[in-house]
Nanobody, 123 residues
Framework: EVQLVESGGGLVQAGGSLRLSCSAS????????IGWFRQAPGKERERVSC????????YYPDSVEGRFTISSDNAKNTVFLQMNSLKPEDTAVYYCAAARGVGPCGFYVYSYWGQGTQVTVSS
């Protein structure tokens, strides 16, 4: 059974940092890309980063470039999202997801999803 479990969310002041973790099981971790997504109330889901465990390629949209860093510990089947300089507009439920594909992971269709972790940034 495929499982993705996020942790590390919470309440932080603007300018602060959080590190999210995504622990994966039930599939061959090295063959998949892991993506982080977020969804705020009333807004569409947004991809905030991804990493391909096959070739290490990364993706960040402009909204988080330079503030968020994704990394993977393949030995522990865990992907991290380090979020620095957080802004109130980063407030959302953050999800990790897994996908297989070729090319940049930003274009993958993600099949497996975690339950999400709430991140709230106060002003």
């Amino acid at each position: 059974e495929v499982q993705l479990v996020e942790s590390g969310g919470g309440l932080v002041q603007a300018g602060g940092s959080l590190r999210l973790s995504c622990s994966a099981s039930g599939f061959t971790f090295d063959d998949y890309a892991i993506g982080w997504f977020r969804q705020a109330p009333g807004k569409e889901r947004e991809r905030v980063s991804c990493i391909s465990n096959r070739d290490g390629r990364l993706y960040y949209p402009d909204s988080v470039e330079g503030r968020f860093t994704i990394s993977s510990d393949n030995a522990k089947n865990t992907v991290f999202l380090q979020m620095n300089s957080l802004k109130p507009e980063d407030t959302a439920v953050y999800y990790c997801a897994a996908a297989r594909g070729v090319g940049p992971c930003g274009f993958y269709v993600y099949s497996y999803w975690g339950q999400g972790t709430q991140v709230t940034v106060s002003s």
